[in-house]
């Protein structure tokens, strides 16, 4: 495999972000007064104790509940902590190995939304319900991930040659960052709008990412035609401007573990070189983080087993940097090796 796309060198430090909107309410765990005005909206459903304002969602693995409206409309999603595969209470039936040990999902879940910095990906507004809720469905209060409902055909048979390359590439650079274990088939919706000509598709089911060991990941696209075709200059932007501080910040505040964190850092540095440096395209960079075989490390596995038999990250931050360091000039000659062959 060798570097098809030559495009121009960048830097691949981080650097300072594009202009923002102001970011909505978001913050988890925040006092009611802050609350984003979904979770008000739900809190008060929930106190009204209609039993036909939930319904299980017979679709998944985990207890994901649709919330309806007083004029029976769906508006957001439920996703309880105590009903994650592997769960206590999971009403689909335990599985006996989750991914992930069950009770991240709906950090996880918040996560992915508060990184999807200017809502690039998509991924529909999601909060923490953080105070245990009632309803008279619900043997115990429940916490969990909730997210808006997002309007979508059921129709996963739909040709992935009709969705567009900018939808795929920007649920690829979202999954590629944060190491997404589970981007099947089902978690993506697909919204047809009258006016547009393609269909859009909307990523949703992030309880799989970030794990804390780079193991294998499920990239549906991967062999999917637009994941060969070059970046456009926005999404390189976009790459570019990734801060790994910075989402390492907002990781740190969601509660997520050190070496949870040091998998988005991974990810994303290698994201920057590939795709900045090399102008390696999406297929390239998937196939690198993949596996070809579940039982055998990924490229990018053995890069990172490399960087760190050379520095031991036991000790201090300092260590972290060193770390980085050694991994980014590990990825630069390794690819740069690929050219070579
Ligand atoms: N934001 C959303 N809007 C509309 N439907 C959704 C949304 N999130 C999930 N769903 C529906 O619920 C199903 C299960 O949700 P998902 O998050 O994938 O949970 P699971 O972990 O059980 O796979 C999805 O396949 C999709 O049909
Ligand atoms: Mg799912």
């Not at 547009?196 to 598709?201: A, F, I, Q, T």
Request: proline residues 7%; hydrophobic residues 35%.
């Amino acid at each position: 495999m060798c570097a098809k796309n030559s495009t121009p060198k960048q830097n691949l430090l981080p650097a300072p972000e594009p202009e923002r909107k102001p970011e909505p309410k978001k913050e988890i765990g925040t006092p009611s007064e802050n609350e984003p005005e979904l979770v008000k909206l739900i809190e008060h459903i929930f106190s009204l104790n209609n039993p036909n304002s939930i319904q299980l969602c017979t679709e998944g693995i985990g207890g994901t509940y649709f919330i309806h409206n007083s004029q029976n409309q769906k508006i957001a999603v439920f996703k309880p902590s105590d009903e994650e595969p592997g769960a206590e209470f999971n009403p689909k039936g335990q599985i006996s190995e989750p991914l992930l040990p069950p009770g991240g999902g709906a950090q996880r879940e918040v996560a992915a939304y508060l990184l999807d910095h200017q809502h690039f990906a998509g991924v529909p507004e999601t909060y923490f319900l953080s105070s245990p809720i009632k309803h008279p469905n619900f043997k115990t209060p429940k916490m969990g991930s909730l997210q808006k409902y997002v309007e979508n055909i059921e129709n996963h048979d739909m040709s992935s040659s009709r969705f567009t390359v900018e939808d795929v590439h920007k649920i690829g650079i979202f999954d590629v960052r944060l190491m997404n274990m589970d981007r099947n088939e089902e978690n993506f919706l697909i919204q047809v709008k009258k006016d547009e000509k393609s269909p859009r598709l909307i990523p949703i089911d992030h309880s799989y990412i970030l794990p804390p060991d780079l193991s294998f990941v499920w990239f549906e696209w991967l062999h999917w035609k637009q994941a060969k075709e070059p970046f456009l200059k926005n999404h390189l932007d976009y790459i570019a401007a990734l801060d790994i501080h910075k989402d390492a910040a907002i990781l740190h505040n969601l509660g997520f573990k050190k070496e949870e964190i040091k998998t988005m850092m991974i990810c994303t540095i290698f994201l920057k070189i590939s795709a900045l440096k090399f102008g390696y395209n999406l297929f390239q960079i998937g196939s690198i983080v993949s596996r070809k075989k579940l039982t055998e490390e990924s490229e990018l596995e053995k890069m990172v087993r490399r960087a760190e038999s050379l520095v031991q990250v036991e000790e201090a931050e300092a260590e972290e940097e060193k770390f980085l360091e050694v991994l980014s000039k590990i990825i630069i000659e390794e690819l740069q090796n690929k050219i070579q062959k």
